[in-house]
């Protein structure tokens, strides 16, 4: 009969041995999806049948079956791991064959997909199926697949499968035990989630009249594999955990969309903002993870978040930790009140980048009033180690007990049209390589506007920092070079902008300094394009309103001829 292995990963997954050949069973898998494949589930003796099961049988058109000499079976549980592949040799007289699954000991949803092909002597595929699904507690069903000499050559999307040649839905719901029907969908693309309403069981989720109870639960129901997936949620309700979890949400490998059509997690259109409140009982409320390697354990990609507050959580509002966690946009969201612990982590933060998460986009958010019940470990607006090509635009970062923004280790931060104001430590802190920051108001920070405080090759380009505790800018002797031009550095409390060492090969050029209360500059060699002594005729700094008013000496008087500091700042009424 060939060969058959069971593969291990946390979800587990074994091929129990049985007292015939012809009955192969797979188990835990959690949720049954098919593709094409052949594994014997005929009827034969055995110690015990399990009440939560499907049962699989696959048959094969008669151009298929006389083609066939292997076939080739994949079964994959919940988490998105193999727990089971069977290739053996197969003849047309061994159709249809079957295979039983049974869910892993994990929480419902429990999924499962199963992908399979016919190959002929030469090693070609002469037919393939997939199919993706799911069980009912304490029910027994069935589900039916067949393979089509058709579908041989047909090239179908990941979440479809192959009919009569057609790509078609790959998604099944299983029906009872010997109906000989079965209720084949396209894989939703959209599905609905009300905290108040909604109900986690079958059935529910893909039309707003029968919305989902949990996000978690619309997640791993319908998914899985559904490349484009939308996700609605409900505003205006708040989503708790019922048991203390590491997360509210986790998104893993199996939720991912793609380039083109990325998994969407939004607020339902029109209800107003959800707010997922960990209580204290979750150290994340969101939560991307983790390495790349542990397929069971990867975070999913190419998802976007919008719409959301984010509070309660012991120590990140939302988390992306580790390489796998990348090709990510959240924005529209709110994040406060995280990081209050206690956590086995010495940082908190409202939103957190870790250990190689790379290709993450925060856009349109506003980052505020994270606070640490340990005064020693301050929680940060933002937090950023050893991350890579990450791109932070439009957002408000302010009154967080740490740092507004803390970076270390990272390359490529581009820190764009920003506003950081009030936070209890610096504006912003930063180490790495080639961040730049443009177009970003800081002010009223307790420490400096921006620390640099290690690293190369970094940029702050059309800036205003004014009113900080200490300097607008400061630069530390490990730095090798910092570019500081076009900004607006103003009443703050020693220095504009100041490095630790003369040899700091930083340089400064088409800035204005004005109030600064030590003095303008130290250890920076004066530029002559530079502006000194000159009010820059703020809206209203004393309210950090730091748009410029039509007489301001900045106006026009960068190189190119556009206005100093940044450029974006609203324009607000004094």
């Not at 340990?374 to 937090?383: F, L, T």
């Not at 090969?505 to 530079?530: M, R």
Request: charged residues 20%.
């Amino acid at each position: 009969m060939g060969s058959e292995r069971g593969a291990h990963g946390t979800a587990g997954g074994k091929i129990l041995p049985m007292r015939c050949v012809a009955w192969v069973e797979v188990r835990p898998c959690a949720l049954i999806c098919l593709y094409s494949a052949g594994c014997c589930l005929l009827a034969c003796e055995r110690d015990e049948v399990a009440a939560t099961r499907v049962d699989v049988t696959i048959d094969a058109d008669a151009a298929a079956r006389s083609a066939a000499a292997r076939i080739v079976v994949r079964v994959f549980g919940t988490e998105g791991n193999e727990v089971a592949m069977f290739d053996r040799a197969f003849t047309e007289n061994d159709f249809p064959a079957s295979i039983r699954l049974t869910p892993g000991m994990g929480a419902p949803p429990r999924t499962f997909r199963i992908e399979g092909e016919l190959i002929d002597p030469s090693g070609v595929a002469v037919s393939w199926i997939r199919a993706r699904g799911g069980y009912i507690e304490g029910q027994a069903t069935e589900l039916r697949l067949r393979f089509d000499a058709a579908c041989g050559d047909s090239e179908c999307p990941p979440h479809e499968a192959c009919e009569l040649g057609a790509c078609v839905g790959a998604c099944f719901v299983p029906s009872e035990l010997e109906s000989l029907t079965f209720e084949r969908s396209n894989c939703p693309s959209e599905v609905f989630v009300d905290g108040e309403r909604g109900k986690d069981m079958p059935s529910t989720c893909i039309d707003p009249g029968t919305p989902c109870r949990t996000i978690q639960y619309a997640l791993d129901q319908y998914v899985t594999g559904t490349d484009g997936a939308v996700v609605n949620v409900r505003g205006g309700v708040t989503y708790r955990p019922e048991a203390e979890h590491t997360a509210l949400v986790s998104l893993r490998r199996r939720h991912s969309g793609t380039a083109d059509r990325p998994t969407t997690i939004q607020a339902w259109p029109e209800t107003g903002t959800p707010v997922l409140d960990g209580g204290g009982q979750v150290d994340r409320g969101i939560e991307f993870c983790c390495d790349e390697d542990i397929n069971d354990n990867a975070s999913a990609s190419w998802v976007v978040v919008d719409g959301f507050e984010v509070v309660g959580a012991r120590e990140h509002g939302i988390t992306f930790n580790g390489s796998s966690a990348r090709e990510v946009t959240v924005r529209n969201c709110v994040l406060s009140g995280n990081g209050e612990g206690p956590t086995r982590f010495d940082n908190r933060a409202g939103i957190a980048l870790n250990n190689g998460a790379h290709d993450i986009e925060i856009i349109d958010s506003e980052i505020h009033d994270n606070q640490s019940a340990n005064p020693d470990e301050a929680a940060a607006g933002m937090y950023i180690n050893k991350a890579t090509n990450v791109r932070v635009t439009g957002n408000i970062i302010r009154n967080n007990q740490g740092d507004g923004v803390f970076v270390a280790l990272t390359e490529n931060l581009r820190f764009e049209r920003n506003r950081i104001v009030n936070n209890g430590e610096h504006g912003m802190s930063v180490s790495g390589t080639g961040i730049l920051i443009e177009d970003t108001s800081f002010c009223a920070n307790e420490i400096h506007g921006i620390r640099f405080s290690g690293g190369d090759a970094h940029s702050a380009n059309h800036i205003n920092s004014a009113r900080n505790g200490a300097s607008g800018i400061r630069i530390a002797a490990e730095v090798l070079g910092v570019a500081i031009r076009n900004s607006i550095l103003a009443a703050n409390q020693t220095f504009g902008v100041a490095a630790e060492t003369a040899a700091s090969n930083s340089t400064s050029e088409f800035n204005l300094y004005f109030d600064n209360q030590i003095a303008a500059q130290e250890n920076i060699v004066a530029d002559p394009t530079e502006i000194f002594d000159e009010d820059p005729r703020f809206i209203d700094i004393a309210a950090c309103m730091d748009a410029l008013r039509d007489d301001s000496p900045a106006k026009g008087a960068s190189r190119e001829g556009v206005d100093l500091g940044n450029r974006l700042a609203a324009p607000q009424s004094p």
